[in-house]
């Protein structure tokens, strides 16, 4: 099975070997066709804390490492 990867933001590297990251997206609205921006946040594992607030990062979908956390940085 593949895995996911995705692009966004990160906008927390205060807890250890962590990171939230703001992924946003945009979709068609079905009715009215116009853009709308969705975002959803994602926490990851980051071995080396290595990544600080604001660093443009991919992240990658993995087994679970965690209660909250299946994705892992794939880097910049």
Request: no cysteine; hydrophobic share 35%; aromatic share 10%.
């Amino acid at each position: 099975m593949p895995r996911r990867i995705l692009e966004g933001r990160v906008v927390s590297s205060k807890r250890d070997k962590s990171v939230t990251v703001l992924v946003e997206r945009y979709e068609r609205h079905p009715i009215y066709k116009k853009f709308v921006k969705f975002h959803k946040k994602y926490h990851a594992h980051d071995e080396k804390n290595a990544y600080k607030e604001g660093d443009t990062v991919k992240i990658v979908e993995t087994a679970p490492i965690s209660k909250t956390k299946s994705w892992a940085i794939l880097g910049v």
